[in-house]
């Protein structure tokens, strides 16, 4: 099956600093990426998403950028505070609709 | 409203036993999965569900069996539990577009 995988396990920022949680991917035929929040105790929480005909896609304090090139995908927090400290997952989509998630990165945000 | 809702949230059971964890989603979605996340917060999915058809079935133990009695409902149903279940499970349910939503997750420990 698919791989997808993350630079760093953990991440630690300071509060009101912009944090960026990267992911790399196998498959070329992917055409949907997601990224999920998951708070301690929770399930994942969807964020933001991407369709490979973008590059890049702006939300409330979060930005997604996708390179088909490299095939890396990144998340970007802007402002960081203490209630985005989670594990952030990324999830890619190719063919049927089955996700295949990335191992996590725990984010830390430094008050 | 919860979306997706699971129960029990915590479910402690000595090996050997066999048990149920239910899933239920109010959003009308035709597919819903079931998903393992281990103890490094990997999550992989294990089955899912689309108008009472099995679609995929990831390499998971015969052991564990998904029961459908609606269109709202998928279960989980885990016979001889073994110290290797012990996970967190998660329901989806899917969104149009490709975004899953997940449930709260149920905390299992086999002793």
């Known amino acids: 099956g698919e791989s997808v995988g993350l630079h760093l396990p953990t991440l630690s920022v300071q509060e009101g600093d912009n944090s960026i949680i990267n992911c790399a991917y196998s498959?070329?035929?992917?055409?949907?990426f997601i990224w999920y929040k998951q708070e301690s105790g929770k399930g994942p929480q969807f964020i933001i998403d991407?369709?490979?005909?973008?590059d890049k896609r702006q939300g409330q304090r979060v930005t997604v950028l996708l390179n088909k090139t490299v095939k890396h995908l990144s998340l970007q927090i802007a402002a960081t505070q203490p209630g985005d400290s989670a594990v952030y997952f990324c999830?890619?989509?190719?063919?049927?609709?089955?996700?295949?998630f990335g191992t996590g990165t725990r984010l830390t945000v430094i008050p | 409203d919860t979306a997706v809702s699971q129960t029990p949230k915590y479910l402690v059971t000595q090996m050997g036993n066999d048990k149920s964890i239910k899933c239920e989603q109010n959003?009308?979605?035709?597919?819903m999965y079931w998903y393992k996340q281990d103890s490094k917060k990997f999550l992989k999915i294990m089955f899912s569900?689309?108008?009472?058809?099995?679609?995929i079935n990831e390499t998971v133990p015969n052991r564990f069996s998904p029961k459908s009695p609606d269109k709202a409902h998928l279960n989980l149903h885990i016979n001889s539990l073994e110290l290797g279940d012990s996970a967190v499970y998660f329901c989806?349910?899917?969104?149009?577009?490709?975004?899953?939503?997940f449930g709260p997750g149920t905390r299992l420990l086999v002793l």
């Open positions: 569900y689309n108008n009472k058809e099995l679609i």
């Open positions: 989806a349910s899917l969104i149009e577009g490709g975004t899953q939503y």
């Open positions: 498959n070329s035929a992917s055409d949907y």
């Open positions: 959003l009308g979605h035709d597919t």
């Open positions: 999830a890619e989509k190719s063919g049927a609709n089955n996700l295949f």
């Open positions: 991407i369709r490979s005909n973008m």
